[in-house]
């Protein structure tokens, strides 16, 4: 492994406290950190998408956050290429890259760099497809390729549609060629016992809305994030979003969108599963010790 540059991964399931870890674990070591979170490449998407603050960051330089359009459908090719980038500058000024988040698929793609399939957009069949609710989707999906199926989140019709796509066109999602790492990663997961995630997750969800989210998805919507995106983005838009419509009442929603959330954080779970070696941490000191080593070793 000698002459690979040395990066960090933390993950860990929506709720498990990897943010405030980072920062830590940052300032401990002369780190940067790099967001590996799908929703929070979005401009606008804040308090939804559990977005550090400035305040949060305690100076510590945070980078792909607020790098795309939140009405536009921002790719995981275009992740892979800016997080490079990213980890290339962070290593020229002698510092230590954090990969930090819960998107094990946006992980998985920069720590091998792999190549993703090139297909080309089906407009003929998405058109059919849009018109098919998501549950419909990913019963095809399943047919299609059940393995892809397992690891998608089943409520997210971009997705949805683009494996069918893919699936359609090669036969199935081939299994991404697993290319010889360009670096020297150490994983670090976190990983709370179900019940202290449940209540993590409950917690930070009435915290969020004090905080203002049903604010935060009224001004997207009036920004021009049609309510069609934000049932695309998923979770906390798709929840709140239906209820500013009118289709769900605030009770309703709450408990819908702590089910979804929890949901989401079990299917991250079952994703790290595919990814190497996770150190799975029990506190702060055991992340500096492996780190301290893991930095030590040639």
């Known amino acids: 492994m000698g002459g690979k540059p040395k990066i960090i991964i933390l993950l860990g399931p929506t709720a ?84 930090c988040g819960g998107t094990g698929f946006y992980l998985e793609t920069l720590a091998f760099d792999k190549i993703l399939p090139e297909v080309k957009p089906n407009l003929k069949l998405r058109k059919i497809l849009e018109k098919e609710t998501v549950e419909k989707l990913w019963q095809k999906l399943q047919k299609l390729d059940p393995d892809r199926a397992t690891k998608i989140d089943p409520y997210n019709k971009v997705r949805l549609v683009r494996a069918i796509e893919i699936a359609t066109e090669l036969g199935a999602v081939p299994p991404l060629p697993k290319l010889d790492s360009p670096y020297d990663c150490l994983w670090l997961g976190l990983k709370p016992n179900d019940q202290k995630l449940a209540q993590n997750i409950h917690r930070r969800l009435l915290k969020r809305l004090q905080q203002g989210l049903v604010a935060e998805v009224r001004k997207l919507q009036q920004a021009g994030v049609s309510w069609k995106r934000l049932d695309d ?33 079990r299917r991250q779970m079952t994703w790290f599963r595919h990814l190497p070696e996770i150190k799975w941490l029990k506190n702060q000191s055991e992340a500096s010790k492996l780190i301290k080593q893991f930095l030590a070793k040639n």
């Open 16 to 99: 498990s406290g990897k943010s405030d870890l980072a920062v830590k674990l940052a300032k401990r070591f002369g780190g940067e950190v790099i967001s590996a979170d799908s929703r929070q490449v979005y401009r606008g998407l804040n308090i939804g998408a559990g977005k550090i603050t400035k305040k949060e960051m305690l100076g510590t330089p945070h980078h792909l956050l607020d790098v795309a359009d939140s009405k536009r459908v921002f790719t995981v090719t275009q992740y892979q290429k800016l997080a490079k980038q990213a980890i290339q500058e962070i290593l020229g000024r002698g510092h230590l890259p954090i990969i």
């Open 233 to 265: 983005l998923g979770l906390e838009y798709r929840y709140v979003a239906q209820f500013l419509q009118n289709r769900l009442d605030k009770t309703e929603m709450l408990k819908q969108l702590e089910s979804a959330i929890w949901q989401f954080a």
